[in-house]
């Protein structure tokens, strides 16, 4: 298994974990429920897209035959998409407070994690396509066999005339 799709495996585990726990915290405290973005983005931004990305790295290039696009881009991505929802919740919870510093903490965090969103879509995007190098080699090897089986053709009708 690569490091990034261990680390976005185990990144959405861990978020999980901090997600159900203020869901938990939520509903006994019902006051606490001023933290419910927080609680959403780090189960729905957190734990299920963060296991979309991980298995998504890891079963789309076996499914379509072509290596990953771009083999650098995941941990770039790992980072972004965990260093951006961190900061989103922090920004979601002191919003919550109504303290002006979790706007810019927010948009940060957000513009962050949907750069790493973006990374994932154009990686995966082209991996699905497969390498520019390998399609241009089987148009041309393509080609070949369709020219090189035309001048055959009045060869074998000689002959059947023969
Ligand atoms: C033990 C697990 C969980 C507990 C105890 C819990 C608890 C809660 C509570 C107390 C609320 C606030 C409801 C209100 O506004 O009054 C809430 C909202 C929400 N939770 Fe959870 N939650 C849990 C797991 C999850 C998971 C795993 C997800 C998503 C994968 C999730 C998604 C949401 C969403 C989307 C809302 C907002 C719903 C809305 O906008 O009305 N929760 N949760
Ligand atoms: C870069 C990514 C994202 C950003 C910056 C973002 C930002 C936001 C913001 C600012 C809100 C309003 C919160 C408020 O009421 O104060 C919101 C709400 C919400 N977002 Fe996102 N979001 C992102 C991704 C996602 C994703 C991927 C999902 C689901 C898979 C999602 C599900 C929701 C839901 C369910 C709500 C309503 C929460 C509630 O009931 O309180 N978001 N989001």
Redesign the pocket.
Known sequence: MDWHVRAFLKASLAWLTLGVTLGVAMAAHPLWTIY??AH??MN??GF??MMIYGVGYHVIPRFSGHPLHNARAPRWHWWMSNL??AL?VVG?CV??HALPVGTPL??T??????A??YTFVYVIWRTIDGPAGMRRAMQRTERAMTTSARPRLPLAEKQNAG
Do not use: I
């Open positions: 419910r973005p959403v983005h729905l931004l299920v897209t951006g929802l989103m979601f919003r919550a927010l948009a965090g957000g513009t962050l994690a949907a790493g969103a």
